[in-house]
């Protein structure tokens, strides 16, 4: 099982940047799809981006292509998401998520989602982002 802990969320205005992390423990092989997720208040947990742990290929939800970017470092068990140019949507919890490698794809973050939804895994405590406007 594997277990993250997210950091890296504050309050930030629109227009800025932030850098989250998420540091895992309990990987036993690089196959694996891990992904990162936002939930707003009263709204549904949400894919954001993805990344394969083995192939490094990254998969973007439409409304962060061009502005959020996701990265790996094995080492470091860390994955990082950097968000730019952030606007008050973006606001919320972001988690990371990590399932069998499934690539990257909107199909992959699906199927993570489905696959903690079902207790396979649990969520870790997030962090928090805030964008003013």
């Known amino acids: 099982e594997v277990h993250f802990v997210e950091s890296g969320g504050g309050l930030v205005q629109a227009g800025g940047s932030q850098r989250l992390a998420c540091v895992g423990s309990?990987?036993?092989?690089?196959?694996?799809?891990i992904g990162w997720f936002r939930q707003a208040p009263g709204k549904e947990r949400e894919g954001v981006a993805c990344?394969?742990?083995?192939?490094?290929?990254?998969y973007y939800r439409n409304s962060v292509k061009g502005r959020f970017t996701i990265a790996k470092d094995n080492a470091k068990n860390t994955v990082y998401l950097q968000m730019n140019n952030l606007k008050p949507e973006d606001a919320g919890v972001y988690y990371c998520?990590?399932?069998?490698?499934?690539?990257?794809?909107?199909?992959?973050?699906?199927?993570?989602?489905?696959?903690?939804?079902?207790?396979?895994?649990?969520w870790g405590q997030g962090t928090q982002v805030t964008v003013s406007s």
């Open positions: 998520a990590a399932g069998p490698d499934r690539g990257s794809s909107e199909a992959a973050m699906r199927t993570l989602l489905a696959y903690y939804r079902s207790g396979f895994e649990s």
């Open positions: 990344i394969s742990r083995k192939d490094g290929s990254t």
């Open positions: 309990g990987f036993r092989h690089n196959e694996y799809t």
